[in-house]
């Protein structure tokens, strides 16, 4: 399964990777090491995280270690697009806001 990352993906892991690396570098190296384990996670099972109520075909997965969901959908032919990856005080569970 193809793994692609949308701008504002991009954007959130750079904002959060720097947040912990200014706390500390392993903290950063560890942010980074759970959103893989949450990649690897989605890619063998795409359709193994919630769905986000009232955005259809997004899903949210939860991070271990760290407090963010990876907001996600899957494409055809086998592609997932990363859209969000925000923090749990942040993500707008059962808000309405957009992922």
């Known amino acids: 399964m193809t793994l692609r990352f949308g701008r504002h993906a991009i954007q959130d892991l750079e ?8 706390i500390t570098e392993e903290l950063a190296d ?3 090491a ?3 384990r949450v990649v ?11 769905p986000v109520e009232g955005f259809p075909g997004v899903r949210r997965a939860r991070m271990r270690r760290f407090p963010s969901g990876v907001f ?6 086998d592609t997932i697009e990363v859209l969000r990856i925000v923090h749990a005080a942040r ?5 309405g806001d957009e992922p």
Do not use: I, K
């Open 15 to 22: 904002e959060a990777r720097d947040h912990y690396e200014r």
């Open 30 to 32: 560890g942010f980074v």
């Open 40 to 50: 690897e996670r989605m890619q063998m099972f795409p359709n193994g995280a919630p």
């Open 91 to 95: 993500d707008g569970s059962g808000s």
């Open 34 to 36: 759970d959103l893989d």
């Open 72 to 77: 996600y959908r899957v494409l055809e032919p």
